[in-house]
């Protein structure tokens, strides 16, 4: 469980993928976009405001772009921490997805 919160109204986060862990995201104030990418086709938008939350799974390229400067949300992980979970280039993440 983890919170980002203090983030430059109009900054983008996240900007990843996970190969395993699944992640809860759970707007706790203000509001905040989020862009989920299953491949290098499909998006899903969603406006998160307090009480709102998406379920992330495993192998979704998800951003989080902060549009206000109370924004801030929680959130719950299946898996503890593991770097090597991580996908962070967007290249690489449309090769492991092959466009499915």
């Known amino acids: 469980i983890f919170i980002v919160n203090n983030v430059p109204t109009m900054m983008y986060r996240g900007s990843h993928a996970h190969k395993e862990c699944r992640q809860y995201i759970i707007c706790l104030s203000?509001?905040?976009?989020?862009?989920?990418?299953?491949?290098?086709?499909?998006?899903?938008?969603n406006t998160l405001q307090k009480?709102?939350?998406?379920?992330?799974?495993?192998?979704?390229?998800?951003?989080?772009?902060?549009?206000?400067?109370?924004?801030?949300?929680?959130?719950l992980?299946?898996?503890?921490?593991?770097?090597?979970?991580?996908?962070?280039?967007f290249e690489e993440f449309k090769k492991l997805t092959n466009g499915n």
């Open 30 to 45: 203000g509001e905040v976009h989020t862009i989920c990418y299953k491949d290098r086709i499909s998006t899903h938008r």
């Open 51 to 75: 009480g709102d939350f998406i379920l992330v799974e495993n192998m979704i390229w998800c951003e989080q772009l902060y549009k206000t400067k109370d924004a801030s949300i929680i959130v």
């Open 77 to 89: 992980c299946s898996h503890e921490y593991d770097k090597e979970d991580y996908i962070t280039d």
